[in-house]
């Protein structure tokens, strides 16, 4: 399988650390899901396919972390794609941050995605079969996580078992 590219935050293990023991009291529930394991929870802000980046691509993306300044998220519930995904959702505004990302990608010649950015972080997928998630989104309804503040930009690559960064950039400190 060819490793895909995409750009991500990453949350601190602090920050999911409530997350992660409540999604771990639910994996019995649901054994029909893929359930991803907490060290590969990530954000991401664009997707970028199966690429290796160019120079462009890399300039811009240094570009965009040095104009957004560093801002606070924290994890705020559950949510779901139909009844294939099932997600955390994040309390803070990351949009502004990701619609800089897909612009960069887009201009430096990559095929992005066009649909809208939801700040999510995917907690487990449907194999074959669908799986009704709304109990499972209920259950995780009250999930709060400790803000914290977002501070980079990754480049990162697909790899089992962990994600692979190539590149990181800061983002800006708030004056």
């Given at each position: 399988m060819t490793p895909l590219l995409f750009v991500a935050i990453v949350p601190p293990p602090v920050a999911i650390g409530t997350l992660a023991a409540a999604v771990e009291e639910l994996r019995a529930e649901a054994?029909?899901?893929?359930?991803v394991a907490a060290k590969r929870w990530h954000v991401t802000l664009c997707f970028l396919g199966p690429h290796e980046?160019?120079?462009?691509l890399l300039s811009r993306l240094a570009r965009v972390a040095g104009r957004h300044e560093q801002t606070a998220i924290?994890?705020?519930g559950a949510g779901r794609f139909g009844d294939r995904v099932l997600f955390a959702k994040l309390a803070g505004d990351l949009k502004p941050?990701?619609?800089g990302v897909?612009?960069?990608?887009d201009r430096a010649g990559y095929r992005v995605e066009d649909r809208p950015f939801r700040a999510h972080l995917?907690?487990?997928?449907?194999?074959?079969?669908?799986?009704?998630l709304r109990p499972l989104v209920a259950a995780l309804a009250d999930v709060r996580g400790p803000e914290w503040t977002v501070d980079e930009?990754?480049?990162m690559r697909s790899a089992q078992p962990d994600y692979e960064t190539l590149e990181r950039w800061p983002l800006k400190t708030p004056d």
């Open positions: 054994p029909g899901l893929g359930w980046p160019d120079d462009e924290h994890v705020a941050l990701a619609n897909t612009r960069a990608a995917t907690l487990a997928r449907g194999r074959r079969t669908r799986i009704d930009l990754r480049l």
